[in-house]
């Protein structure tokens, strides 16, 4: 993004953030408010992933619930993150990234509180209450939109979506959330991400764009 169009969005971010935000609320709203059980297509795609437990399949999913989640998932990796871009001389970001993640998290819990859903029997995982949205995956797209547009790179994207599906994949193998409910956790997290970077669009990209101006 060049530094035109990251000021038109940092001009245009009410616009974005409203849209985004009345866009998330009509998804969420859709997917919850006049059902509090889980869906047809909820109940189908668990009952094919429990009939297909493995312990070669275990490992990897348990893996992604200790990346994602607990102490590890919420505070180790994205401190992690935040302390290699103040290394790497990007404060601006490093806080953009830190604010998207809390905010994420608090929303979640929120939004757990308010719908109170419960969580499929066949789950194999201790977790808190209110099924919905995931917050393993609410994070885990949080930290892959906000990377992808700190980082500007197309395997950046890539590499954050193979990660998130990966996510949603085991937090429903694991029974610990119905499918609807990553879908719910992923539209948190990337709106989350894309909401609080609209305003800081220009400051950002000048951050990034620095060591090649004073190149030249």
Known sequence: MNHER????????????GGTAVVLALALGAI????????????RW??????HRNPIWDVPAFAMDFLGGGW???FVVPITI???????KKPRSALYFVIATVVSAGMVQLLKSLFGRSRPLEILVTAD???FPSGHVANAAT?????????????????????????????????????SDTVGGLLVGAAVAVLLWAPLASRLQRE??????KAR
């Open 46 to 51: 668990l009952g094919e992933l429990v009939e």
């Open 208 to 213: 990034w764009s620095a060591p090649a101006a």
């Open 72 to 74: 590890f998932g919420v």
């Open 143 to 179: 930290m892959a939109v906000a990377l992808a547009i700190l980082l500007q790179r197309t395997w950046v994207w890539a590499a954050g979506g193979v990660y998130v599906m990966a996510m949603m994949l085991s937090r429903t193998y694991l029974g610990a959330h119905w499918l």
């Open 32 to 43: 919850v408010a006049f059902r509090a059980g889980p869906y047809s297509f909820d109940t």
């Open 82 to 88: 935040a302390v290699i871009l103040l290394v790497v």
């Open 6 to 17: 990251a000021r038109q969005v940092s001009r245009r971010w009410p616009l974005i953030s």
């Open 129 to 131: 209450f209110g099924s």
